[in-house]
């Protein structure tokens, strides 16, 4: 059997030989036998990580292995206390980044939409007598199988069509197109785009108007929509920024803890300590130098940006995902149903010599009718009132309201072109249910494509027959001796038919679909001849008006384009339709702006990949394209440097989508193959969502790197005292125990982190450029202040230690400096919850989460000192009130001391 890709080219009667089947359909024994043939009908899902692998993936992090390296350390030297702490922390961190992953992967699988389920087909069919039509499973289609085609019908497998009356179907989730393909029967050019192939029906596409027949000619991933998924299968995914950044700080920490680690060896033994005292140094050093906590706060300050941006109608497939957008540097926008609406509007009606405006957007019957900006009365107005009714009449859409949790949702039933009449006559108050109730249709000549027009005959009221056209402008003018003005029926003129079609090609400029409409009042009895009157082009009517329809921007996309500029963010619209209606769009919401230009997928193929690189920059709306040509945009943007955020919800999107360092789906319009492929998906399909997981992505960059820093401090701070005890106490055994170590870097610092990762945003987090793709979590500004507030807590906590150390007692000096440390974490968390603004700015309360963190941290270290089975298990003994007086004053200073840097700097860049 052929599986040529030539099928539009054919005629059905070859087709049909090919493929070895007839009007019949096949016989169950035959589609059972090609079903274990070709297999099922659906596509082949990439396979799912399993539970285990996911694990894996979590201990792959050098943190993790450096601890266990310190675990088996413990072990070796008999401290089986501290071998269970470090293996449980390795458990935490291990299990919250599994289950945040496992959570983020079944909250995909939840909003899944649904295939079509089921197909109607012609099988077993009797020699002679009338052919069943039955309905089968769609995954049981076969090549050679006869499928019916009804409106509202999810196509099943691509088909070559061989009736049609009236088929019309929305392939924008394939092609990009906003508007639906009528469908012909005839052989095509065999070199014609798959958006062109008009004698075709391809998988996961919806038939909105008419009916017609088709023989499966390619099932499962065979189809487009199957090229397209192993396109993807084929295309490597970009390592998202934070991914790199995170590896690249983990390597360092563990080439530090090792570094730190033989120095401290060394150290120890040069000022004469055992081999096994030695080691104990090691260990407390290879504690202190990781930051244990670390894995576990990245996973959930990117999990607090998934639950935030998930209130704010986005949801994260890839955890490591969320800080990508705030690295983007360029957004590539589809533009049907991402930047517009997938909802035709009319917008403009040139009706009694006078241009009308159209308000509201989409398909809720909500909006005014406007003159130069002023609302008027529709039906005051007897022929702008007569324009929308005779629309309404002479068209078969439906508007039907939804409620969905309390809110009401409205839906076009049949095309979305004539559907938009259908609203607009709406918002003025005429019904489509009562117009058709009070003029019921007895009569009527299709919609033809040849011969662009479709006439409606209604019985009136008053026993006569009122006669409906509507047409392509030409069309209808050449059926009409007279005009609607003024409430009177005049003669039209030449001069008024050429100012009518130059009113209608500027619409059209304006990338507005328009159509005219035109209506006659005859008797009951001159039906028959009338019709015949205007099939012969003799029949004369009454010219109305004209309708100017689009697919219409989001309200909310001219302003999330603005904020994108303003956030250093490009723009970029990449669609399949047209490059007319793509300028119109662009030009609107802002994307097209003096100095760039429009490329078509045409001009494209011209280009070499060098030669696009050299021009994508003033390259600001891609039209016509293909899923090959947005793959292409987007990995000429990366090689130039671009950190790319690609946005669509076709099946045509996906490839780009896995290309791009995020990729994000459409959750309502979205496909199943763009949903698996996309990093994000928006549940509300708006684009200005987009604007939203920017902002979230950049405050989850900012808040790793509180949290870093704050983490890392505590760690060097740590180093530095266990170097200065070994360097400058002579005697002195470990300052800190590897289990206090732990204790502040999991208890106080793991409480503290988590809620310094719920910091709020800064005012000024939409107003910086885009992050450097090569930007470290730690930069030269960091890591200097960093060293800065280190120096504090080593200084004070050696104070305080050598004190106590002084007066005779080490388990006391060990508890003083032990608590030391562990209150200037508490006052250093104050002073990360920002970089740059002084906390008394930020003002005190603005973290709630964070004070009550302090609090229980505080209280948590007063137990360490007091509670027995604490002292036993921290080697602690109780302190009384003066030195908790002394232990906060010294700690404090650290918050001043930052409190001083943050002035100075602010006054130094004024």
């Given amino acids: 059997m052929s599986r040529e890709n030539i099928w539009h080219a054919l005629p059905s009667e070859e087709i049909f030989k090919k493929l070895e089947t007839s009007l019949r359909g096949l016989t169950p024994a035959e589609a059972e036998k090609r079903l274990s043939k070709y297999g099922p009908n659906e596509l082949e899902e990439e396979k799912r990580i399993t539970k285990l692998a996911l694990l894996v993936h979590q201990l792959k992090n050098p943190?993790?292995?450096?601890?266990?390296?310190?675990?088996?350390?413990?072990?070796?030297?008999?401290?089986?206390?501290?071998?269970?702490?470090?293996?449980?922390?390795?458990?935490?961190?291990?299990?919250?980044?599994?289950?945040?992953?496992?959570?983020?992967?079944?909250?995909?699988?939840?909003?899944?939409?649904?295939?079509?389920?089921?197909?109607?087909?012609?099988?077993?069919?009797?020699?002679?007598?009338?052919?069943?039509?039955?309905?089968?499973?769609?995954?049981?289609?076969?090549?050679?199988?006869?499928?019916?085609?009804?409106?509202?019908?999810?196509?099943?497998?691509?088909?070559?069509?061989?009736?049609?009356?009236?088929?019309?179907?929305?392939?924008?989730?394939?092609?990009?197109?906003?508007?639906?393909?009528?469908?012909?029967?005839?052989?095509?050019?065999?070199?014609?785009?798959?958006?062109?192939?008009?004698?075709?029906?391809?998988?996961?596409?919806?038939?909105?108007?008419?009916?017609?027949?088709?023989?499966?000619?390619?099932?499962?991933?065979?189809?487009?929509?199957?090229?397209?998924?192993?396109?993807?299968?084929?295309?490597?995914?970009?390592?998202?920024?934070?991914?790199?950044?995170?590896?690249?700080?983990?390597?360092?920490?563990?080439?530090?803890?090792?570094?730190?680690?033989?120095?401290?060896?060394?150290?120890?033994?040069?000022?004469?300590?055992?081999?096994?005292?030695?080691?104990?140094?090691?260990?407390?050093?290879?504690?202190?130098?990781?930051?244990?906590?670390?894995?576990?706060?990245?996973?959930?300050?990117?999990?607090?940006?998934?639950?935030?941006?998930?209130?704010?109608?986005?949801?994260?497939?890839?955890?490591?995902?969320?800080?990508?957008?705030?690295?983007?540097?360029?957004?590539?926008?589809?533009?049907?149903?991402?930047?517009?609406?997938?909802?035709?509007?009319?917008?403009?009606?040139?009706?009694?010599?006078?241009?009308?405006?159209?308000?509201?957007?989409?398909?809720?019957?909500?909006?005014?009718?406007?003159?130069?900006?002023?609302?008027?009365?529709?039906?005051?107005?007897?022929?702008?009132?007569?324009?929308?009714?005779?629309?309404?009449?002479?068209?078969?859409?439906?508007?039907?309201?939804?409620?969905?949790?309390?809110?009401?949702?409205?839906?076009?039933?049949?095309?979305?072109?004539?559907?938009?009449?259908?609203?607009?006559?709406?918002?003025?108050?005429?019904?489509?249910?009562?117009?058709?109730?009070?003029?019921?249709?007895?009569?009527?000549?299709?919609?033809?494509?040849?011969?662009?027009?479709?006439?409606?005959?209604?019985?009136?009221?008053?026993e006569n027959l009122l006669v409906c056209m509507k047409g392509a402008p030409e069309t209808v003018l050449e059926y009409c001796s007279t005009i609607l003005e003024d409430g009177q029926t005049k003669r039209l003129t030449t001069e008024k038919r050429e100012e009518i079609l130059k009113i209608s090609v500027g619409m059209a400029g304006e990338a507005l679909r328009v159509l005219a409409a035109a209506y006659q009042t005859i008797e009951v009895d001159n039906l028959e001849a009338f019709k015949e009157g205007i099939i012969q082009k003799h029949a004369k009517l009454v010219f109305i008006g004209v309708f100017g329809m689009i697919d219409p921007p989001r309200p909310e996309a001219k302003q999330a384009v603005e904020l994108c500029k303003k956030a250093g963010i490009k723009v970029v619209m990449a669609t399949g339709d047209h490059k007319l209606t793509a300028e119109a769009i662009a030009k609107e919401i802002g994307i097209l702006e003096p100095g760039f230009r429009v490329l078509t997928g045409a001009e494209m193929d011209y280009l070499s990949d060098d030669e696009l690189d050299a021009v994508i920059e003033k390259t600001s709306v891609f039209a016509r394209v293909s899923p090959t040509h947005k793959y292409r945009i987007v990995e000429s943007l990366r090689r130039i440097g671009h950190i790319v955020a690609m946005t669509g919800d076709g099946v045509n999107d996906a490839p780009a989508l896995k290309a791009a360092e995020i990729g994000i789906a459409m959750g309502i319009t979205g496909t199943d193959v763009t949903k698996e492929t996309a990093d994000m998906v928006l549940t509300d399909d708006n684009f200005a969502s987009i604007v939203n997981a920017v902002e979230e992505g950049r405050v989850v960059f900012d808040n790793i790197r509180k949290v870093v820093k704050y983490l890392i401090a505590t760690n060097t701070g740590e180093i530095i005292t266990i170097l200065g005890a070994l360097l400058f106490l002579p005697g002195v055994p470990l300052i800190f125990t590897p289990v206090q170590i732990l204790w502040v870097n999991l208890v106080t610092d793991g409480l503290l982190d988590k809620f310094l990762a719920m910091e709020p945003k800064e005012k000024d987090v939409m107003e910086q450029p885009p992050r450097k793709p090569e930007e470290k979590i730690i930069n030269r500004d960091i890591a200097l202040n960093i060293v800065y507030v280190s120096l504090f807590m080593a200084a004070g906590t050696l104070w305080i230690f050598s004190t106590a150390w002084n007066q005779g007692d080490p388990q006391k000096a060990q508890t003083l400096g032990f608590t030391t440390m562990a209150m200037f974490q508490v006052f250093n968390a104050i002073n990360c919850r920002s970089r740059t603004t002084s906390v008394f700015k930020l003002g005190l309360t603005t973290n709630k989460y964070l004070l009550m963190g302090i609090v229980t941290s505080v209280s948590l270290q007063v137990l360490a000192t007091f509670l027995h089975p604490l002292q036993i298990a921290l080697g602690t003994v109780a302190i009384s009130f003066w030195e908790w007086a002394t232990i906060f004053i010294v700690s404090s200073s650290v918050f001043f001391a930052d409190e001083i840097r943050k002035f100075i700097r602010s006054r130094v860049k004024r």
Wanted: some cysteine; hydrophobic content about 45%; glycine content about 8%.
């Fill in 63 to 462: 943190l993790v292995g450096v601890l266990f390296a310190a675990a088996l350390i413990s072990f070796l030297v008999g401290k089986l206390i501290d071998t269970i702490v470090v293996v449980v922390v390795i458990i935490f961190n291990t299990s919250i980044g599994f289950f945040q992953e496992y959570k983020a992967e079944a909250a995909l699988q939840a909003l899944k939409s649904m295939a079509a389920p089921e197909a109607e087909v012609i099988r077993d069919c009797p020699e002679k007598g009338t052919c069943i039509e039955m309905r089968v499973k769609a995954r049981e289609i076969v090549p050679g199988d006869i499928i019916l085609l009804d409106a509202g019908d999810k196509v099943p497998a691509d088909a070559r069509i061989f009736e049609a009356i009236n088929l019309e179907i929305d392939e924008s989730m394939l092609t990009g197109e906003s508007t639906p393909v009528r469908k012909t029967t005839e052989p095509l050019d065999k070199d014609l785009p798959v958006a062109d192939r008009k004698n075709m029906a391809f998988s996961g596409t919806i038939v909105t108007q008419g009916r017609g027949k088709a023989v499966v000619v390619a099932t499962g991933m065979k189809t487009e929509i199957g090229k397209i998924a192993s396109l993807i299968k084929e295309t490597e995914k970009a390592a998202t920024p934070i991914q790199k950044r995170t590896t690249d700080l983990s390597k360092k920490l563990g080439l530090l803890a090792i570094l730190a680690s033989a120095a401290v060896l060394a150290i120890s033994l040069l000022r004469g300590f055992e081999f096994f005292e030695g080691f104990l140094f090691v260990l407390a050093m290879a504690v202190s130098a990781i930051p244990e906590g670390l894995p576990v706060v990245i996973t959930i300050t990117l999990a607090i940006g998934v639950h935030r941006m998930a209130k704010r109608n986005a949801i994260i497939r890839n955890l490591q995902a969320v800080d990508t957008l705030g690295s983007a540097t360029v957004i590539c926008t589809d533009k049907t149903g991402t930047l517009t609406t997938n909802q035709m509007t009319v917008k403009k009606l040139f009706v009694n010599n006078k241009m009308v405006s159209v308000t509201g957007v989409g398909f809720a019957p909500e909006g005014n009718f406007q003159i130069n900006g002023k609302d008027i009365d529709v039906k005051g107005d007897t022929a702008l009132g007569l324009l929308l009714q005779v629309g309404t009449l002479c068209n078969n859409a439906r508007l039907r309201e939804h409620k969905l949790d309390g809110e009401s949702r409205w839906e076009i039933y049949g095309d979305p072109t004539e559907g938009s009449i259908v609203v607009a006559a709406a918002k003025a108050g005429f019904q489509k249910d009562y117009l058709d109730e009070k003029y019921p249709r007895v009569d009527e000549i299709p919609f033809d494509p040849e011969k662009r027009y479709m006439v409606t005959f209604h019985k009136t009221p008053e």
